[in-house]
């Protein structure tokens, strides 16, 4: 894995989220976890290697960044937001989070088939939260501090993970730095606040949910690229078009890629972005 700072490492070039782990003086903290078996239990033997693992924090509730709990049972405590603990592999319509982690082993994970679990083997203990808030949390792990800051908007239960002691923040996918972002579970409103609150932190290094670790000047961009797309799709409704005309008409595609594994989801990304602004906007009372 990367080195971010001195007791900071990560990893932005696998598919999913970027897990990530803290070593302190008491043990090792883990923010996010694998969504590729073998990467699962191949990230818990290099952050054990480096101490006990005391915590495991899930940053969302997407299938990227918890589906890998279930490799580490047994290491830490699991500590989840309340909006990610109610939502923690529900099957929706739109995406049934069981599925779309098997969809993923035969093209990134070959290997990882002989360790993917049955699906009433995995529900029966899939390792959600065990310590469970609402608001913020935070926790003293050594001589090391995580604030553990609700920053609802990508999704209701969004968290980010401020750890001073190293300058870092860990954001979940309230950044995707150079990569497709993912807005149909989201309250743009929302997001910006928590871009807003993230840039008040005093650090050097933001590690976002998707792509390369950035710095606090890429929330900017971030904030742009959700303000385009709202205003875009409002383009939209104002000239009268109609729900399947503004997904098949507003694309973002030829901004930047996918993240990595994923690029044939390009179109289901354009569309159900464009599509769930779409309802939010026409939702809205007028006048
Ligand atoms: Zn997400």
């Not at 915590?55 to 299938?63: G, P």
């Not at 050594?142 to 239960?157: N, V």
């Not at 409103?189 to 050097?204: C, N």
Request: some cysteine; aromatic content about 10%; charged content about 20%.
């Amino acid at each position: 894995m990367e080195q971010v700072t001195r007791n900071v490492w990560t990893d932005t070039t696998i598919r999913g989220c970027n897990p990530s782990y803290v070593i302190t003086s008491d043990g090792v903290v883990v923010v996010d976890t694998p969504q590729l078996p073998t990467r699962a239990v191949a990230m818990r033997q290099e952050a054990e290697s480096r101490g006990p693992i005391r915590y495991v924090i899930n940053t969302e509730h997407h299938v990227d960044h918890i589906f890998g709990n279930f490799y580490f049972k047994g290491a830490g405590t699991v500590v989840q937001h309340q909006g990610v603990y109610d939502r923690f592999m529900v099957v929706y319509p739109e995406l049934d989070p069981f599925a779309y982690a098997a969809e993923a082993i035969p093209t990134d994970d070959p290997e990882g088939a002989a360790i993917f679990p049955d699906r009433d083997v995995y529900y029966a203990n899939p390792n959600k939260g065990q310590i469970v808030f609402t608001g913020d949390l935070t926790l003293h792990v050594g001589d090391h501090t995580f604030e553990l800051l609700h920053t609802p908007g990508h999704t209701p239960g969004q968290i980010a993970v401020h750890v001073p002691e190293e300058r870092v923040v860990f954001t979940g996918d309230t950044v995707f730095k150079d990569c497709q972002t993912w807005l149909m579970t989201s309250d743009i409103e929302q997001w910006i606040a928590a871009l807003d609150r993230i840039g008040g932190l005093d650090v050097d290094w933001v590690v976002p949910g998707h792509g390369p670790v950035t710095t606090r000047a890429y929330l900017a961009t971030q904030r742009a690229t959700l303000l385009e797309w709202k205003a875009a799709v409002a383009v939209a409704v104002a000239r009268g078009w109609s729900r399947e005309e503004t997904m098949a008409r507003v694309s973002f595609a030829d901004r930047c890629p996918v993240d990595i594994g994923q690029g044939y989801m390009m179109e289901y990304i354009q569309t159900l972005n464009a599509g769930s602004l779409w309802d939010k906007l026409t939702a809205e009372p007028r006048g």
